[in-house]
């Protein structure tokens, strides 16, 4: 590769503004190294190295790999919608909104471009692109991780880790999905959601506490009034919000307690009716 092609292709891979995109401090220095991290195809160096340094053939290339990263970025978010809570899915809409108008600007095409401006600007897409999509598979990948590992440790007759199955499993209302995709989009709608599943679930725990406690001899009320206060005290330790909580923090914190009074609603309601989840 001649030393003009070598600096087409780093311009072709990098683009000039995405240097100034947000980077993982893992993230390679070294071309080659950082192409390989991202995952950029080889195949794209190769169409480089082919190109005969012609700037139709090279934004070809760049074309091609654009798309692919641009596929892959679709498939990652997919898996990653589905690997994570309802909750935490509006947050990831959010978030990829934001970084679709972060990338676009840094990677616009400039008024009356040149081949080589354009050829920059497909660069600095498949960069920011690769980027992304690498950020979204280790994502899901280890929240994947993290609910097989919780799933082993929770309810004793198999809470599903999918996230969809395990949102019906503990009895989350299919109008609290509703809400949150006719929600428009900010962490106040988002918010509200919540807060009015967590009034559901939190009335449905009393309800089934009460009747619990009332089927129960006095020397069982009392073991079931300890076992409640200890719930509470884990509950709040686990889903309470730090000193001066972002809205993105305060929607966190209400979902750890949506999730939670859910399933322990559900664990009382097991016990109740024998193993049956009752009305």
């Not at 970025?73 to 909104?97: D, F, I, P």
């Not at 506490?209 to 719930?231: N, Q, T």
């Not at 001066?244 to 322990?264: F, H, I, K, M, Y």
Request: hydrophobic share 35%.
């Amino acid at each position: 590769m001649t030393k003009y092609v070598k600096l087409i292709f780093a311009l072709c891979v990098l683009g000039v503004s995405s240097v100034v995109a947000a980077q993982d401090a893992d993230e390679p220095a070294g071309l080659d190294e950082q192409s390989a991290y991202l995952g950029i195809r080889a195949s794209y160096r190769t169409c480089i190295d082919q190109s005969n340094g012609t700037m139709p053939s090279m934004t070809e290339c760049a074309e091609g790999e654009f798309a692919y990263q641009d596929k892959r970025l679709n498939v990652a978010y997919g898996h990653a919608t589905k690997a994570v809570s309802v909750e935490r899915r509006a947050l990831l809409r959010v978030e990829e909104r934001d970084w679709i108008k972060r990338r676009d600007a840094e990677c616009a095409i400039p008024a009356g471009p040149g081949q080589g401006q354009i050829l920059d600007s497909i660069g600095c897409n498949i960069t920011e692109t690769a980027r992304r999509a690498r950020h979204l598979e280790h994502t899901s990948s280890a929240v994947t991780e993290a609910a097989s590992a919780s799933a082993r440790t929770q309810d004793v007759d198999g809470e599903p880790a999918d996230m969809d199955e395990q949102a019906k499993y503990l009895g989350f209302r299919p109008s609290y999905y509703a809400c949150i995709d006719q929600s428009d989009g900010s962490m106040p709608s988002y918010q509200r959601c919540a807060d009015l599943e967590l009034v559901y679930q939190d009335r449905r725990l009393n309800r089934i506490y009460g009747k619990l406690i009332k089927s129960l001899p006095p020397d069982g009320r009392v073991v079931l009034h300890r076992e409640e206060l200890a719930w509470i005290t884990g509950k709040e330790a686990k889903c309470g919000m730090p000193d001066n909580p972002g809205q993105g923090q305060a929607l966190d914190s209400t979902a750890c307690a949506v999730t939670e009074t859910a399933r322990r609603a559900r664990a009382l309601e097991w016990r109740r009716y024998s193993g049956r989840r009752g009305p």
